[in-house]
C-alpha cells in the first residue's frame, strides 16, 4: 500500500486520465480488431444472438452444398433422358427405313439397331453423379435436406428407363411373336409385314413419351431446387448480415472516438500537469 497522498485535484485529474485510457484501448480494439462485441464479456446478449445467428448460417451453408450438389444429380438425369430420347429416335428411323429394304439390307439394320440398343443401355448406366444414378434403377433415389431446424426436405425416386425394360419386357409385350422378333432374331424375320415396323415405331414413340414426361418431372425438380439454393444463398446473407450488426463496429464511428478521445487525453494530462504544479507551488512556500 502507498504512503503517498496526492492533492483532490491530482486525484481526480488522474482518475479522468485513467478513464480516458481505457475507453482509448477499448477503441483501438474495436479498431484493430474490426468488432465492437468480440466476446460475451463485451455483450453478453449480442455476442450470443450474433453467435445464433452465425450457427445458422454455417448450417444452411452446409446445406446449400448438399442443394447444389442435388442439382448437379438431377442435371446429369436430364441430359441422359436428353441423349436417350435421341437414341430412340434413331431407332425409330432405322425401322421406317427396313420398311422399304431388301432382306440383306434389313439384317444389317438389324445389326444396327441391337448395336443401339445395347449403347441406349450403356449410355443410362453411365448418366451417375457420385455413385447416383436416376435413370437405370426404380431403387433409387435423391433426398435433399433444406435445414436442420425442420424436416423441410425434397425425395426424387428413380426410374428404370433401360432399353431392355422398357422396349423387350414392355413395348412388345402386347404384340405377336413376329413383332418381338424385330429384337431378338433381326428385321428378316417378320417378311413383308410392314405392320409389325410400323408396331415397333409406335411402341418406341410410346417410350420416347414416357422417358420425355420423366425429363419433364426431373427437370421440375431443377428448378424448385434452383430456387430453393437462391433462397438460402439469400438467407446466409441475411443471418450474416444480422450478426454483422450485433457485433462489427463502425468504423468512422470508432475513428471520430478515437480521435475525440486522445484529445482529451492530451487534455487530461495537460490538467494533471498543472495540478500538480499547484502542489509544488504550495510546497515551495514551506522552504
Do not use: C, P
Request: aromatic fraction near 6%; avoid cysteine.
Amino acid at each position: 500500500m502507498s504512503d503517498i497522498i496526492l492533492g483532490v485535484a491530482t486525484q481526480q485529474n488522474l482518475l479522468a486520465l485513467q478513464g480516458i485510457n481505457s475507453n482509448l484501448g477499448t477503441t483501438q480494439g474495436h479498431l484493430s480488431s474490426g468488432l465492437k462485441v468480440a466476446s460475451a464479456l463485451d455483450d453478453a446478449v449480442k455476442f450470443f444472438q450474433a453467435q445464433s445467428l452465425g450457427n445458422r448460417a454455417s448450417d444452411l451453408a452446409l446445406r446449400k452444398d448438399s442443394i447444389d450438389q442435388g442439382i448437379s444429380s438431377l442435371t446429369t438425369a436430364v441430359n441422359a433422358t436428353q441423349s436417350a430420347i435421341s437414341v430412340l429416335q434413331q431407332l425409330q428411323g432405322i425401322l421406317n427405313a427396313a420398311k422399304t429394304q431388301t432382306a440383306a439390307q434389313r439384317a444389317s439394320a438389324a445389326k444396327q439397331f441391337s448395336t443401339l440398343a445395347v449403347q441406349f443401355d450403356t449410355l443410362l448406366n453411365d448418366a451417375s453423379y457420385q455413385g447416383l444414378n436416376l435413370v437405370n434403377s426404380s431403387k433409387s433415389s435423391l433426398t435433399v435436406q433444406f435445414s436442420n431446424a425442420t424436416a423441410s426436405k425434397l425425395t426424387i425416386q428413380g426410374q428404370n428407363l433401360l432399353y431392355s425394360i422398357v422396349v423387350t419386357a414392355g413395348l412388345f409385350s402386347k404384340v405377336s411373336n413376329a413383332a418381338k422378333n424385330l429384337v431378338t432374331q433381326g428385321f428378316s424375320a417378320v417378311s413383308n409385314n410392314t405392320s409389325y415396323f410400323d408396331t415397333a415405331f409406335q411402341s418406341l414413340q410410346n417410350a420416347i413419351d414416357k422417358i420425355q414426361s420423366a425429363a419433364q418431372s426431373v427437370g421440375g425438380n431443377v428448378t424448385f431446387l434452383q430456387t430453393r439454393l437462391d433462397f438460402t444463398s439469400q438467407y446466409i446473407v441475411t443471418l450474416q448480415g444480422g450478426a454483422s450488426k450485433l457485433t462489427v463496429a463502425d468504423v468512422n464511428l470508432e475513428s471520430t472516438n478515437l480521435v475525440t478521445l486522445q484529445t482529451r487525453q492530451q487534455l487530461a494530462i495537460q490538467s494533471l500537469s498543472i495540478a500538480t504544479q499547484s502542489e509544488q507551488a504550495v510546497l515551495r512556500l514551506f522552504r
